[in-house]
C-alpha cells in the first residue's frame, strides 16, 4: 500500500510540473513581458541550468528533454503502481476466496440443509470477486485520483490562490448535479445482480436435472424459461448502459462551464494585470485534469456500496460458527457396541428424534423404517456426529462420541446413499477418494472386483484411468452405486450406513449391487434405512420410527407377527401394491 500511495504522489507531481513547465517557457519563446510568477520563481533556477542565453532553440531542446524525462518518469511510476495495485487486489482477493472455503469447509452440515447450493456458489466466486472493487475503486483509485487532486492544488494555489479558490466553489456543484444519476445507477446496478442470479439460477437448475428435463420433454420449456431470464437480464444491461452513457456528455457540459467560468474570471485578472495569459491557460489545462480524479472520487461511494453489499455476504458465512469438535480422545478401531441412550434432537427447537435408546453390537444389521419425515436420516446422522445430540448420549465401546475426534470417528464410518456422489476425476481416484497416495492400485482393483466393478471399468476407455463426467454422469445408476461400495470397501469402515442404495436401480443392476453390498456387510456394524421392507428381512433388529421415536422393535418375524402394528401396517400396504395386477 505503502508503495502504491509513493508511486501516485511521484506520478501525479510529475504530470502537474512537466505542465507547469511550459509557463516560463512560453514566456521566453513568445517575448511575453510577464510571466506566472508564483510559480516562475520557483523554477527559475531548474531553468538557470538548462536555458542558454540567446539560444531558444537550444532551450527549446533541453525544455523538451526535462519534459519528456518528466513524462517517462511519471508513466514508469503509473506503472509500477499499477502492477502493485492489481497485485494487491488480486491477492487479498484470493485469500479472502481461501478462507472462505476453507470455513465453508468447516460449517455444520445443518448449514447446508438450510442453504441452497447456488446461494454457496455465487457467494464464494462471485461475491469474492465483487469484493475486489473495494480495493480497486475505494482504495487503489481513490489513492490516485487523491494524489493528482492534492498536487494540482497545490500548484493552482500557487499560481492564482483568487481563482484556486473560486474552482474549489464551482467545482463541488458538478459532483452534486451528478449524484442524481448515480444513484440511478447504483440501483440498476443492484437489480443487475438480481437478474444476474436468476439467469444463473435457471441455468444451474437445467443442466443438474437434465436427465428430468430429457424425460419429460422439457427442452423447449426450460428454453423458454432461460430465454426469459436472458431477456429480463439484458434489458437491465441496456438501462444501465444508457444511464452511464448520460453520464458522460453531462459530466463534460459541466465541466466546460466551469471551465468557461474559470476563464471569464481568470479573462479579467489578465486585464488587470494581476496574472498573465500563460498562467491561466496552464491554470485551465490543470483544472481540466482535474475533474476526471474528482468524477472518480464522487463515485467511489457508489462503487463500494456494490462491493460492501458483497463483502457482508461473504463475512455472513465467515462470521457462521464452525462445527465444533470437542473431542480429545483418537479412537482406531470399534470392538464391542454402539448404545443410543436416551437420545434427543432438534432442529431449530422443532423435536426431530426424542428419547432413542437401543443397543447395535458389533456385527449387527440394525434396519430403520418408518415413514417419511420419522427421523431415520438424522438418527444415522447422529453416529458420525454430522449433528450434534441435543440430549442424551451415543456411546462407542462405552465412551461418548462426543469425547472422541471428529476425524477419528468418522475414519470408522463409512456411507452408502442412493445419491451416489462421484467427482469429475478418474475411476481410481473416485474409488482412493482423499487418500489417492494411500492405496497400491492392486488394492483399488481389489476393492473393484469386490463390489462387481472392475468388469465395466475396464471396458471404459482408459479403464482406471477414465476421467468420469461431473457427478458421474458418464456412468449408470448402478456402476455408480459399484463404484461407491468399491469405495467403502477400500477404506475398510467398521460401522457402515447404507441408506437403501439397490431402491433407484433395474433388476439385473440390483442384483449386482446387492452382491457387492453383501461382502460389504461381513464382519461390519451395518445401519441401513430401509424404504423397502423386503431388503431387511434378514435384519438383526428392525426399529420402526414414528413421530421422532422408536414405537417398535424386533425381527422381520417378530414385528411383522404383530396384528395391528406400524410395521405390519407398512408391511401389508408395500406387499399388497407388489400382489396387485398390472
Known amino acids: 500500500m505503502a508503495v502504491t500511495v509513493a508511486c501516485n504522489l511521484g506520478a501525479a507531481v510529475l504530470d502537474v510540473f512537466s505542465l507547469t513547465l511550459l509557463i516560463p517557457f512560453l514566456d521566453l519563446l513568445f517575448g511575453q513581458q510577464a510571466t506566472g510568477r508564483a510559480v516562475s520563481d520557483r523554477l527559475q533556477p531548474l531553468f538557470d541550468r538548462v536555458l542558454v542565453a540567446g539560444d531558444t532553440m537550444g532551450s527549446l531542446r533541453n525544455i523538451i528533454v526535462v519534459i519528456l524525462a518528466a513524462v517517462v518518469a511519471k508513466n514508469a511510476l503509473v506503472w509500477v503502481s499499477g502492477q502493485v495495485g492489481a497485485s494487491l487486489q488480486e491477492y487479498i482477493t484470493r485469500d479472502l476466496r481461501h478462507a472462505l472455503y476453507a470455513h465453508l469447509q468447516r460449517l455444520p452440515l445443518s448449514w447446508f440443509t438450510r442453504t441452497r447450493a447456488g446461494q454457496v456458489l455465487a457467494r464464494l466466486l462471485t461475491d469474492t470477486q465483487t469484493t475486489k472493487q473495494v480495493i480497486t475503486e475505494a482504495v487503489t483509485r481513490s489513492i490516485q485520483s487523491g494524489a493528482t487532486i ?109 471551465a468557461m467560468v474559470i476563464l471569464w474570471v481568470g479573462a479579467q485578472q489578465v486585464q488587470a494585470g494581476v496574472l498573465d495569459a500563460s498562467a491561466l491557460i496552464a491554470f485551465l489545462v490543470i483544472v481540466m485534469r482535474m475533474l476526471q480524479p474528482l468524477k472518480q472520487l464522487s463515485q467511489v461511494q457508489a462503487m463500494a456500496q456494490q462491493s460492501l453489499a458483497a463483502a457482508a455476504r461473504v463475512f455472513e458465512v465467515i462470521d457462521h460458527p464452525v462445527e465444533q469438535d470437542t473431542g480429545r480422545t483418537e479412537v482406531t478401531t470399534f470392538q464391542g457396541e454402539i448404545v443410543f441412550d436416551r437420545v434427543g434432537f432438534a432442529y431449530e427447537d422443532a423435536p426431530v428424534l426424542q428419547d432413542i435408546s437401543f443397543t447395535a453390537r458389533r456385527g449387527d444389521l440394525v434396519a430403520l423404517v418408518g415413514p417419511s419425515g420419522a427421523g431415520k436420516s438424522t438418527l444415522v446422522d447422529l453416529i458420525p456426529r454430522f449433528h450434534e445430540v441435543g440430549s442424551g448420549r451415543i456411546l462407542l465401546d462405552g465412551v461418548d462420541t462426543r469425547a472422541l475426534t471428529l476425524r477419528s470417528l468418522r475414519a470408522l464410518t463409512g456411507i452408502v446413499s442412493q445419491d451416489t456422489v462421484l467427482f469429475n476425476d478418474t475411476v481410481r481416484n473416485n474409488i482412493a477418494y482423499a487418500a489417492p497416495g494411500r492405496f497400491t492400485d492392486a488394492q483399488v482393483e481389489a476393492a473393484a472386483r469386490a463390489a462387481n466393478a472392475h468388469e465395466f471399468i475396464q471396458a471404459l476407455p482408459e479403464g482406471y484411468a477414465t476421467v468420469l463426467g461431473e457427478r458421474g454422469t458418464r456412468l449408470s445408476g448402478g456402476q455408480r452405486q459399484r463404484l461407491a461400495i468399491a469405495r467403502a470397501l477400500l477404506s475398510d469402515p467398521p460401522i457402515l450406513i447404507l441408506d437403501e442404495a439397490t431402491s433407484a436401480l433395474d433388476t439385473e443392476s440390483e442384483r449386482q449391487v446387492q452382491e457387492a453390498i453383501d461382502r460389504l456387510l461381513a464382519g461390519r456394524t451395518v445401519f441401513v434405512i430401509a424404504h423397502r421392507l423386503s431388503t431387511v428381512t434378514h435384519a438383526s433388529r428392525i426399529l420402526v420410527l414414528e413421530g421422532g421415536r422408536i414405537v417398535e422393535e424386533g425381527t422381520h418375524a417378530e414385528l411383522v407377527g404383530r396384528t395391528g402394528g406400524t410395521y405390519r401396517r407398512l408391511h401389508d400396504l408395500q406387499f399388497a401394491a407388489t400382489a396387485a395386477p398390472g
Open 150 to 258: 492534492l498536487v494540482s492544488l497545490t500548484w493552482l494555489f500557487a499560481t492564482s490562490w483568487r481563482l484556486s479558490l473560486l474552482a474549489l466553489v464551482v467545482a463541488p456543484i458538478l459532483i452534486g448535479l451528478l449524484q442524481p444519476l448515480l444513484r440511478k445507477l447504483r440501483k440498476g446496478h443492484g437489480r443487475l445482480g438480481n437478474q444476474y442470479g436468476d439467469l444463473t439460477s435457471t441455468a444451474q437448475e437445467a443442466i443438474s436435472g437434465i436427465r428430468l428435463v430429457k424425460a419429460a420433454g422439457a427442452e423447449a420449456f426450460e428454453v423458454d424459461r432461460f430465454t426469459a431470464a436472458s431477456g429480463r437480464y439484458a434489458s437491465g444491461m441496456v438501462r444501465v448502459a444508457r444511464l452511464t452513457n448520460t453520464a458522460q456528455p453531462i459530466t463534460e457540459t459541466l465541466a466546460t462551464a466551469i
